[in-house]
């Protein structure tokens, strides 16, 4: 193959990973231009593509017509609560499927993908009428009780603990090490990146979620931020930029905890043979 020929592939592919990049990002573009746009602006025609005068003050008007401090409050323990939760059920899930041997494993993990096929609508009226049998609707223990087991979690960290040798782990048998100590000290923080990964994931996952808070949460005190903003639009139907500065403004604690772990990222997706 000449370098010619070469050249010009990579230039393709590089092009083509700029248009990709460009199609995924002018929609946050255009959310932040039509934050910063005066109410009336954005139903010109044709629609502007940047604001004639920035108006900053979008985003403190936008934040304080509603107790969004309430609502990122909730989020953050919802957050909080899936990250533990997740992480740690995910990584005695997924070690006891990678390395016990015990009666039905196979049957019962298939059981685990089976769930992966249903979708999340079909049990959300299930799992509400479980909090409301418990008491727990409008509670932050509703809120948060369904969503500390992931099973997709349990199986990407069980793709990780098959990935590791077991000689270091036979090793430490020998010299009298119990399961416990197996998994804690030893098996626990090889799995750092596979842990940081699928925390990310869960922290994005309780930070957008919205239709779960939605019925499980009815006092304005108790809605998370993907709620919040919703009812802001009912309040603020015609103002585009409010919703929109309310919007970016959710996205900051994303990109935040995203460039946190971008470290790990790539190398967590990579060992677990999520590609």
């Known amino acids: 193959m000449s370098r010619e020929v070469t050249a010009r592939r990579k230039v393709a592919g590089y092009g083509a990973a700029l248009l990709l990049a460009a199609v995924m990002l002018l929609p946050f573009a255009w959310m932040l231009s039509t934050a910063l746009m005066e109410e009336f602006e ?49 990584a005695l899930g997924g070690y006891a499927f990678a390395r016990f041997r015990f009666a039905g494993r196979g049957r019962v993990f298939a059981a685990y993908l089976g769930a992966l096929m249903i979708p999340g609508i ?38 990780f603990f098959l990935s590791l040798p077991r000689e270091t782990e036979d090793a430490a048998r020998i010299d009298g090490a119990s399961e416990w100590t197996i998994f804690w000290r030893i098996a626990l923080p090889l799995a750092r990146p596979a842990l940081a990964t699928l925390a990310l994931f869960a922290f994005i996952d309780a930070w957008k979620s919205f239709l779960w808070p939605l ?61």
């Not at 936008?62 to 990250?83: C, D, E």
């Not at 919703?230 to 930029?241: E, K, R």
């Open 42 to 90: 954005v139903f010109q025609y044709p629609p502007p593509l940047l604001p004639a005068e920035p108006q900053w003050r979008n985003f403190p008007n936008a934040l304080t017509q509603l107790p969004f401090a309430r609502f990122f409050l909730n989020s953050g323990i919802l957050a909080l609560a899936m990250v533990v939760g997740q992480t740690f059920t995910g």
């Open 122 to 159: 079909v049990l959300l009226i299930p799992r509400f009428l479980l909090i409301d049998a418990l008491g727990g609707v409008d509670t932050i223990a509703g809120l948060v009780s369904t969503e500390v087991v992931s099973v997709w979690g349990i199986f990407m960290m069980r793709q």
């Open 215 to 275: 019925v499980v949460t009815q006092s304005m005190e108790m809605r998370t931020v993907e709620v919040g903003i919703a009812s802001f639009h009912g309040l603020y139907y015609a103002n585009w930029p409010y919703q929109m500065a309310a919007a970016v403004s959710a996205l900051v604690p994303v990109l935040i905890a995203f460039l946190a772990s971008q470290r790990f990222f790539t190398r967590g997706i990579q060992l677990a043979g999520i590609r």
